[in-house]
């Protein structure tokens, strides 16, 4: 079990406490700071010892704060819990009930509830849009049980996920240089490409205090977003897919314009919020970071193209099934705000 915090100490003590409280017990926790100021590591220290605490001198991100504590744990799945969110009693029974299941399932996606409203769907696995933008699955929908069923998920949410240790063994760890957001759906269509595949386990629950770390409308969120969604186009996308990535995303961002003047989904409430010129500003820095970071991307994406088991085809077929519009994208209602009922 890995959390990793930075700057949350009153959420990562109720974090601790729900895993304190698991029903399934053969586990170990692992704490990675990430250079807090606010007395988290001494608190994790003082009130939860049976805890191993790594303490880094600076925020070296959810990646590499992941990383970390992958190295250090020792059993052979590997279970992460962001510092805000609270684990139900029976998440880590449930997650590991899971695992005798079909072969080459190696990640294990939780259903995660919004905290303050738990009848609302913060996500159930992931859907993605054809120019790297993800978005959780029935994210702002009311739980009236539509997505009870045991099914094939694209790839876990990184807030309440498990892995097994092969993933990391063969697809390779998070990679670091995309510090946080997105990372979950790298790793995740990295690890499909080696040829693993996810389970959705509805009986895992997790509350989750949506966008705490940076907050909702942070531009610093939303640059490493469009950021890194480029960087996952280009190290994992097949070239038929990625030579159009500017044409798709040309669509999305139309799209949420025309969702910012109706003052509907993320784009209306940013745009009520910030005004419009924060989101050119957005654009302009993740684009000019994006561009300085491609030959890296590229360099990666030659390393996964030779160890890759899924083809090209496949890999699109896959991305067509879980595959969101760009008007769901954009007018999708945010975790805060629930919807009708979708049975």
Not at 71 to 91: I, K, V
Not at 136 to 161: I, K, N, T, V
């Given at each position: 079990m890995i959390v990793v915090n930075w700057e949350r100490r009153e959420l990562l003590r109720a974090c601790l406490l729900s895993l304190r409280a698991q029903v399934f017990r053969d586990f170990e926790t692992v704490v990675v700071d990430n250079g807090s100021g606010d007395g988290s590591p001494d608190m994790v220290r003082a009130e939860f010892p049976e805890a191993a605490l790594i303490r880094n001198p600076e925020n070296r991100g959810f990646c590499a704060g992941n990383n970390q504590g992958i190295a250090l744990a020792r059993g052979r799945y590997l279970a992460l819990l962001n510092n805000d969110a609270e684990a139900d009693p029976l998440w880590l029974r449930e997650l590991v009930a899971g695992t005798a299941?079909?072969?080459?399932?190696?990640?294990?996606?939780?259903?995660?509830?919004?905290?303050?409203?738990?009848?609302?769907?913060?996500?159930v696995g992931h859907l993605l849009y054809p120019d790297g933008q993800n978005r959780g699955r029935g994210c702002g929908q009311?739980?009236?049980?539509?997505?009870?069923?045991?099914?094939?998920?694209?790839?876990?949410?990184?807030?309440?996920?498990?892995?097994?240790?092969?993933?990391?063994e063969t697809a390779g760890a998070f990679d670091e240089d995309f510090f946080a957001y997105g990372d979950d759906a790298e790793l995740g269509l990295r690890a499909r490409l080696a040829g693993w595949r996810c389970r959705y386990v509805p009986t895992a629950v997790v509350y989750h205090h949506h966008s705490s770390t940076l907050g909702r409308f942070s531009e610093d969120r939303?640059?490493?977003?469009?950021?890194?969604?480029?960087?996952?186009?280009?190290?994992?996308?097949?070239?038929?897919?990625?030579?159009?990535?500017?044409?798709?995303?040309?669509?999305?961002?139309?799209?949420?314009?025309?969702?910012?003047?109706?003052?509907?989904?993320?784009?209306?409430?940013?745009?009520?919020?910030?005004?419009w010129w924060p989101a050119l500003r957005v654009l302009s820095r993740a684009y000019l970071a994006a561009l300085r970071g491609?030959?890296?991307?590229?360099?990666?994406?030659?390393?996964?193209?030779?160890?890759?088991?899924?083809?090209?085809?496949?890999?699109?077929?896959?991305?067509?099934?879980?595959r969101i519009t760009a008007r769901e994208l954009a007018f999708q209602a945010p975790p805060h705000k629930a919807v009708g009922c979708r049975l």
């Amino acid at each position: 079990m890995i959390v990793v915090n930075w700057e949350r100490r009153e959420l990562l003590r109720a974090c601790l406490l729900s895993l304190r409280a698991q029903v399934f017990r053969d586990f170990e926790t692992v704490v990675v700071d990430n250079g807090s100021g606010d007395g988290s590591p001494d608190m994790v220290r003082a009130e939860f010892p049976e805890a191993a605490l790594i303490r880094n001198p600076e925020n070296r991100g959810f990646c590499a704060g992941n990383n970390q504590g992958i190295a250090l744990a020792r059993g052979r799945y590997l279970a992460l819990l962001n510092n805000d969110a609270e684990a139900d009693p029976l998440w880590l029974r449930e997650l590991v009930a899971g695992t005798a299941s079909e072969p080459r399932i190696g990640m294990w996606a939780s259903k995660i509830l919004v905290y303050e409203a738990r009848d609302i769907i913060d996500k159930v696995g992931h859907l993605l849009y054809p120019d790297g933008q993800n978005r959780g699955r029935g994210c702002g929908q009311r739980d009236c049980g539509q997505y009870s069923q045991p099914e094939e998920a694209l790839f876990p949410d990184g807030c309440a996920a498990m892995y097994d240790r092969a993933v990391f063994e063969t697809a390779g760890a998070f990679d670091e240089d995309f510090f946080a957001y997105g990372d979950d759906a790298e790793l995740g269509l990295r690890a499909r490409l080696a040829g693993w595949r996810c389970r959705y386990v509805p009986t895992a629950v997790v509350y989750h205090h949506h966008s705490s770390t940076l907050g909702r409308f942070s531009e610093d969120r939303l640059v490493l977003v469009e950021r890194n969604r480029l960087w996952l186009a280009a190290k994992l996308f097949p070239w038929r897919l990625l030579v159009l990535n500017p044409v798709y995303t040309t669509i999305r961002l139309a799209a949420n314009a025309l969702a910012a003047v109706r003052g509907r989904g993320e784009a209306g409430g940013f745009a009520a919020e910030r005004g419009w010129w924060p989101a050119l500003r957005v654009l302009s820095r993740a684009y000019l970071a994006a561009l300085r970071g491609l030959p890296r991307m590229l360099a990666k994406r030659r390393l996964v193209r030779r160890q890759r088991k899924l083809s090209d085809r496949d890999f699109l077929r896959l991305l067509r099934r879980f595959r969101i519009t760009a008007r769901e994208l954009a007018f999708q209602a945010p975790p805060h705000k629930a919807v009708g009922c979708r049975l």
